[in-house]
T-cell receptor, first 115, second 114 residues
Framework: SAVISQKPSRDICQRGTSLTIQCQVD?????MFWYRQQPGQSLTLIAT?????????ESGFVIDKFPISRPNLTFSTLTVSNLSPEDSSIYLC????????????FGSGTQLSVL | QKEVEQNSGPLSVPEGAIASLNCTYS??????FFWYRQYSGKSPELIMF????GDKEDGRFTAQLNKASQYVSLLIRDSQPSDSATYLC??????????????FGKGTKLSVKP
């Protein structure tokens, strides 16, 4: 089965710094997305990662805080900038595979803790 | 605001019993419905999807959809301790298309006691 590799799996960062999360897929995908799962909360869509163009952000999320790149079809990065303790959360990459349209699959997630 | 509601639980059932997980949604335009299983410290795993009213069975899992009542459920037959996890309900307006606009519930924690 297809693999969605996400790294780092966890990190502890200082306030004011940034963390970049990578997502690599080993199969053809149509769409790539970034979600956040705060403690005790549901998953919230941050943005759609568009290949070769600016990401599409959901309400409440901005590019300056969550810059996203997607240089090719199977790779994307999410940066969480100017970290504060409120950014402590799990960040998840998700994809729709070409051969499984209409269904979202998730990477292993990144547990971020901000001190 | 579109919402997906789930009882947070924990729902505790004995091994071998049927676990029934429920979900209601606010958007009448919703077309596709998903159940994800999330083990503690792990990412969500898609276990069922349903598009049409009625029941859909896959092994020990049955998804039930009632669009008129805006209600979707997941039944787990012959529950096993390995089924202990949080189950997330997710809903979207999109039928058979890209699913970036999934709305997730907060999940129901299921505990299956040996």
């Amino acid at each position: 089965s297809a693999v969605i590799s996400q790294k780092p799996s966890r990190d502890i960062c200082q306030r004011g710094t940034s963390l970049t999360i990578q997502c690599q897929v080993d199969s053809q995908v149509t769409m790539m997305f970034w979600y956040r799962q705060q403690p005790g909360q549901s998953l919230t869509l941050i943005a759609t990662a568009n290949q070769g163009s600016e990401a599409t952000y959901e309400s409440g999320f901005v590019i300056d805080k969550f810059p996203i790149s997607r240089p090719n079809l199977t790779f994307s990065t999410l940066t969480v900038s100017n970290l504060s303790p409120e950014d402590s959360s799990i960040y998840l990459c998700s994809v729709e595979f070409v051969h499984q349209r209409g269904k979202l699959f998730f990477g292993s997630g990144t547990q971020l803790s901000v001190l | 605001q579109k919402e997906v509601e789930q009882n947070s639980g924990p729902l505790s059932v004995p091994e071998g019993a049927i676990a029934s997980l429920n979900c209601t949604y606010s958007d009448r335009g919703s077309q596709s419905f998903f159940w994800y299983r999330q083990y503690s410290g792990k990412s969500p795993e898609l276990i069922m999807f349903i598009y049409s009213n009625g029941d859909k069975e896959d092994g020990r899992f049955t998804a039930q959809l009632n669009k008129a009542s805006q209600y979707v459920s997941l039944l787990i037959r012959d529950s096993q301790p390995s089924d202990s996890a949080t189950y997330l309900c997710a809903v979207t307006e999109v039928y058979g298309g890209s699913q970036g606009n999934l709305i997730f519930g907060k999940g129901t924690k299921l505990s299956v006691k040996p």
